[in-house]
DNA sequence: AGGCAGGTGGCCA
DNA sequence: TGGCCACCTGCC
């Protein structure tokens, strides 16, 4: 076992979470990805690598050093660092909304992912009936087998390869998550052994469809929120909840307004939507929430986490 | 030990 | 348009 060289800690200006904000933005359901041990979140998306933590309430990264250029640039983006988050905040209607303002209070400075495209539509894929915790495994499960390495194979430096047999969470992820390309050439059989169930043939047809059309998933990422979603809903195993996923997550689409079982209790209970359908509730939060209403929902999302059951 | 889980697609009236 | 149900299977 061969741990990377990693750069010195450097301070991450522009975002000072509170620990429980950054533990709901980075492990909240937005990014399958990271995890936590020791006081150290560890993450990866598309190429890069990284480290957060905490330190007298100052946020410092690092990355391995052979990732340290393209982790410095990718990261402020990633993590939404170029988006007046205060002034997001403010203008969502929480001065009329005490369940919002309730919610906002909660979790501070609570950020939305700027995650790469594909991942994203391959993440919420996976998502379906599943809990957070099973679907970072499946995630893990198809990079460790079938991504390519982050960092240089080969010798005595050959990074650490997650046990088949393991969960698949504890290691240090060494490889990227297969891009749609590398997805559209595994046997569905394959992808079923990551975990996947049902699921497999989703990503599997999914891939098929987008390798049938060069070009189409980036022209989808950069088409305006109605067209983006109306073309990802062509998608096999996409329908309205994952594809608004994909474009507040994955996108960068606040307006987006994904309604899963969380936001259908949430909004019941607080709101008094007892007996709306999903539609329903949908149409609700884009009149209610307004053009943000997709960061209005990760608010009440992670404040109906907390909360749940009551 | 068994039911449940960040949904979707297909089929029926 | 609306309601039901199958779909996989690891976890709490």
Not at 109 to 130: H, I, N, V
Not at 258 to 287: C, M, N
Request: glycine content about 10%.
């Amino acid at each position: 076992m061969s741990t990377p060289a990693w750069s010195e800690w450097r301070p991450l200006a522009g975002w000072t979470p509170s620990a429980a904000t950054l533990a709901e933005t980075l492990d909240g359901g937005q990014s399958f990805r990271w995890n936590h041990a020791g006081g150290i979140w560890t993450g990866t998306w598309a190429g890069g690598l990284a480290q957060l933590r905490l330190e007298n309430g100052r946020l410092h990264w690092r990355a391995p050093r052979a990732l340290q250029v393209a982790v410095a640039a990718s990261l402020p983006r990633y993590l939404g660092l170029d988006r007046d988050w205060a002034a997001l905040a403010d203008s969502m209607p929480w001065r009329s909304d005490a369940h919002l303002a309730q919610a906002i209070a909660a979790f501070p400075d609570l950020r939305l992912l700027r995650q790469p495209f594909g991942e994203t539509l391959l993440g919420f894929l996976c998502s379906a009936t599943k809990q957070i915790v099973q679907i970072k495994q499946m995630c893990a499960l198809l990079a460790e087998r079938h991504g390519a390495p982050l960092l240089e194979t080969g010798g005595a430096r050959t990074p650490l390869r997650a046990d088949p047999a393991a969960k698949g969470l504890a290691a240090l992820p060494s490889r990227r998550l297969p891009t749609w390309p590398e997805l559209a050439l595994i046997p569905e059989k394959d992808l079923r052994q990551c975990l996947l169930g049902f699921r497999a043939k989703y990503i599997n047809r999914t891939a098929q469809y987008i390798a049938a059309r060069p070009g189409w998933l980036e022209e989808t990422e950069h088409l305006p929120y109605a067209d983006a979603k109306a073309r990802l809903l062509e998608l096999p195993g996409v329908g309205e909840k994952v594809a608004d996923c994909i474009l507040l997550f994955g996108a960068g689409r606040l307006e987006a307004f994904p309604v899963d079982t969380w936001i259908l209790k949430s909004l019941e209970r607080r709101y008094g939507l007892a007996g709306w359908k999903p539609a329903q509730v949908a149409h609700f939060g884009r009149t209610h929430f307004g053009p943000l209403a997709g960061l209005a929902q990760q608010y009440l999302f992670a404040w109906e986490r907390r909360h749940g059951g009551r």
